[in-house]
């Protein structure tokens, strides 16, 4: 099992809804890397994506439990830099497909020498310079 895990945005919305048929999976694939002593990333990009829906419903408690989510299991949060902003236009430079959001968030995994990429996200597996875990397959 990897040692460092970066979790893109939609596994944490699971986790924090208890969004069935993923949640299970994520807690699984959580509890595994945990019992590895595995340390667990993720970026700034994600709080921006997660929490537009809590802000959108004012769901104050929604951003409390994702706040207390990450704190309690110790995210390390990677913030975008120019460093990461550059990276990411050569994913998307060479992944035409690849949306900002995702390759801001792939780039921010290599630059944190992440050891695997955690996403829902199937279309992410193509991009070679991250290993991506598609959680669909777990």
Same mark, same amino acid.
């Given at each position: 099992?990897?040692?460092?895990?970066?979790?893109?945005?939609?596994?944490?919305?699971?986790?924090?809804?208890?969004?069935?048929?993923?949640?299970? %999976?994520?807690?699984?694939?959580?509890?595994? +890397?945990?019992?590895?002593?595995?340390?667990?990333?993720?970026?700034?990009?994600?709080?921006?994506?997660?929490?537009?829906?809590?802000?959108?419903?004012?769901?104050?408690?929604?951003?409390?439990?994702?706040?207390?989510?990450?704190?309690?299991?110790?995210?390390?949060? +990677?913030?975008?830099?120019?460093?990461?902003?550059? %990276?990411?236009? %050569?994913?998307?430079?060479?992944?035409?497909?690849?949306?900002?959001?995702?390759?801001?968030?792939?780039?921010?995994?290599?630059? +944190?020498? +992440?050891?695997?990429?955690?996403?829902?996200?199937?279309?992410?597996?193509?991009?070679?310079?991250?290993?991506?875990?598609?959680?669909?397959?777990?």
């Amino acid at each position: 099992m990897a040692k460092k895990i970066f979790f893109d945005t939609n596994p944490l919305i699971y986790l924090v809804a208890q969004q069935e048929p993923f949640y299970s %999976k994520v807690v699984k694939f959580m509890s595994d +890397c945990i019992a590895d002593d595995a340390e667990f990333f993720t970026s700034t990009i994600t709080d921006a994506e997660f929490l537009i829906k809590p802000f959108e419903e004012k769901n104050n408690e929604q951003v409390k439990k994702y706040k207390n989510c990450l704190d309690k299991l110790e995210f390390v949060k +990677c913030f975008i830099s120019e460093q990461i902003a550059e %990276k990411a236009a %050569k994913i998307r430079a060479n992944y035409h497909d690849i949306k900002l959001g995702d390759a801001l968030q792939l780039a921010a995994s290599i630059d +944190c020498n +992440c050891d695997v990429f955690f996403t829902n996200d199937k279309q992410l597996k193509q991009v070679t310079e991250a290993n991506v875990v598609y959680l669909g397959e777990l």
